[in-house]
């Protein structure tokens, strides 16, 4: 069994607002896959990570441990893993003006990204030692603020026979350290208070243009109460990233994405670990209204970045088990 990992680069720039496209705009990416065990009409997960997260969450390789990485789990199991940099995040394009990067500016990024991605693997020129791939199955995946990203994809192109929304809600974001209650908050002044709360956890008295989040501000939500000391060393090491003042504050923002989830008809699958952002986990397929099958699953000993739990394995599974593949 041979892995590939091989990163790849699109220009993204002709999907960005009009007035911004001086500046040149990409998206990273990195495609994994075992060319010998591939399946003749493959799924093709583009996955996007949370605010702050690089794609490195994807396939993680802490060291001294195993068996950390979704991506390679899907590969060996004959399907295609792309993980993607949001724009702002990662190796993807940290323009000059981050404030026009709103959720769904990283949206149009994406699924410009996938367009050409979609084109390279239908002719063979997504990766060396990939095949061309004439019937693929695109799945979208998107953890925290990337379920946001992908939610908006698929309701503004229905660019996938589904999709998967982990840790995020078009309802309301919950839990977060530092943010108020915004019930009676006029809608003019959330993003304001946003801002600041957005600022407080990220440990600065004003938001710069791009900012992180330490993680030391979340434990116990980003991570379970007890997580080891090397994992979080490793996040903080290798996975940590950069994020616009715009995409976060719109992340927080309750309701924002609901227009997009709204005109979600694919199949979509929402899956909670018991310690994350849902104010009622039970609500969450009420923000998809059209959707005409939904899978809701929760994890337990699972915080907000699923993939570092013990428990991993279960939502991987799960998530396996529901994929539309061509039976």
């Known amino acids: 069994m041979t892995l590939i990992r091989h990163d790849v680069e ?18 990273a990416g990195t495609v994994i ?9 493959p799924v093709v997960v583009f ?21 950390y990485s979704q991506a390679e789990w899907v590969a060996e199991r ?18 000059a003006n981050g404030d026009f990067l709103t959720l769904e500016v990283c949206a149009d990024g ?15 020129s997504l990766a060396p030692g990939l095949p061309a791939v004439a019937a693929p199955t695109f799945v979208g995946m998107g953890q ?16 996938f026979a589904a999709i998967a929304v982990l840790g995020a809600s078009p309802l309301v974001i919950d839990n977060i350290p530092f943010h108020r209650d915004l019930t009676g908050v006029p809608a003019e002044e959330r993003r304001q208070v946003i801002l600041a709360d957005n600022a407080a956890s990220s440990g600065v008295p004003e938001l710069p ?36 003042r715009v995409t976060g504050v719109d992340g927080m923002t309750p309701g924002y994405a609901a227009p997009w989830a709204d005109q979600i008809t694919r199949p979509v ?38 993939n570092f739990a013990d428990t991993r394995r279960e939502l991987w599974q799960a998530l396996d088990d529901w994929l539309p593949r061509r039976r």
């Not at 896959?33 to 009409?41: H, I, Q, S, T, W």
């Not at 004959?78 to 323009?95: E, I, K, M, Q």
Request: proline share 6%.
């Open 10 to 27: 699109v220009d993204v720039t002709a999907s960005m607002p009009e007035g911004f496209r001086d500046e040149r705009v990409t998206v």
């Open 33 to 41: 896959a075992v060319p010998n065990l591939l399946r003749p009409d």
């Open 47 to 67: 996955a996007v990570p949370g605010g702050t997260y690089s794609r490195r969450y994807w396939d993680l390789q802490p060291p001294g441990r195993t068996g």
């Open 78 to 95: 004959g399907d295609v893993f792309v993980a993607l940099d949001y724009l702002g995040g990662g190796d993807s394009s940290r323009p």
């Open 110 to 124: 994406a699924h410009a990204a996938l367009l050409e991605l979609s084109r390279r693997l239908q002719n063979g």
């Open 144 to 159: 925290s603020l990337g379920g946001f990203i992908t939610m908006i994809q698929q309701g503004k192109y229905a660019d």
């Open 209 to 244: 243009m791009y900012h992180g989040a330490p993680r030391r501000f979340f434990g116990g939500i980003f991570h379970v109460e007890d997580v080891a000391d090397d994992l979080l060393a490793y996040d903080e090491k290798e996975c940590e990233t950069l994020i616009s």
């Open 269 to 306: 699958f929402l899956g909670f670990g018991d310690a994350d952002v849902s104010s009622d986990v039970r609500r969450e397929p009420t923000g998809y209204p059209r959707a005409r099958h939904i899978t809701l699953a929760t994890f337990p000993e699972m915080a907000h970045m699923h």
